[in-house]
């Protein structure tokens, strides 16, 4: 099964992709996690990808495209899971004639729609331990004690990223880049949509009722 997950920030890409993936043998590939790999493990493309993160400029697409080629060669019969990638059409294109090169196709393209009031209300409400990384929500996943880790008793904090005018630039973002993308997979018979608006459980119910 070869598979990518489309949605905005606050959709539960990542947390989804665990359940599918205790339910099938595939990879869950996060761009994000392999761009931030080849940097700490300073390859030619992670030294390059760098150039432009320190200017704050975005990673070319060509690079991206290098590292996934290198990422999907190293298991190239297994299924697998594009989270964070692609983003756009241009990207989806660079993808296919990736995957084409490789003797591989696409089987869905999973769009997790969730209304931006949702998005709004999970990632504003989301709280983050600056020691140890553990992640917690006010009402949905609170601490035990206000303020204070339940894993490493560290400090819980409020990401910048996560104000609500920061969560809402993203999602302007979101929607400009990817309805193209949305009308892109489903043109070509991919895409499968999935109510991503109610709790984890529900979302993974509709997720096994759609095949995944």
Known sequence: MKIILIGPPGAGKGTQAAAVKSRFP????STGD????NVRAGTPL???AKKFMDSGSLVPDALIIEMMRE?????PAGGFMLDGFPRTVAQAEALDELMKEMSMSLDAAILLETSDETVVKRLGGRRVCSSCGAIFHIT???TSVDGVCDVCAGPVIRRGDD???????RLSAYHKDTAPLVEYYEKS?????????GPFDAVK???ESAGF
């Open 205 to 207: 119910s509709h997720l």
């Open 71 to 75: 990422r999907l060669a190293e298991n």
């Open 189 to 197: 018979g991919l895409l499968r949509r999935v109510d991503a608006n």
């Open 26 to 29: 595939v990879d869950h590939i």
């Open 46 to 48: 992670g030294v390059e």
């Open 34 to 37: 392999i761009l931030r790999e």
């Open 163 to 169: 104000r609500e005018e920061v969560i809402r630039r």
């Open 140 to 142: 949905e996943n609170p």
